[in-house]
């Protein structure tokens, strides 16, 4: 069992930025990559990036060079940090662990409850 809490959303006008962090517990979070995902008002769940506790992120082409995912393991936490925001990347944004890797939401069994990411044109 692994519970997740995202926290760092808000309000944001293009080219702003915000940090996102995923607290993580449970037991043997360290073995899980913890990942990114957002969604839109009336679009499927998409992936932000991938991170292990291991090893370096990956990332959507639709946020690669503006997002980096970094890593605190000492606090179980992983971090989103957005840049350059554009009113394309509103969404609610979660963190999800899963076992093994995936780039799909459906290989994630743990979710955070989400946090809402506005910005304004």
């Known amino acids: 069992q692994v519970e997740l809490e995202e926290s760092g959303g808000g309000m944001v006008q293009t080219g702003g930025s915000l940090r996102l962090s995923c607290v993580a517990s449970g037991r043997a979070v360290n073995e899980y990559f913890i990942s990114w995902f957002r969604q839109a008002p009336g679009a499927d769940r998409e992936l932000v990036g991938i991170s292990a506790w291991s090893g370096g992120p990956i990332y959507s082409d639709s946020v690669k060079g503006r997002f980096t995912i970094s890593r605190d393991n000492a606090k179980n936490t992983v971090y989103l940090q957005m840049n350059t925001l554009k009113p394309e990347d509103t969404a609610v944004y979660y963190c999800?662990?899963?076992?093994?890797?995936?780039?799909?939401?459906?290989?994630?069994?743990?979710w955070g409850q989400g946090t809402q990411v506005t910005v304004s044109p």
């Open positions: 999800a662990a899963s076992i093994n890797f995936g780039r799909r939401s459906d290989n994630y069994i743990y």
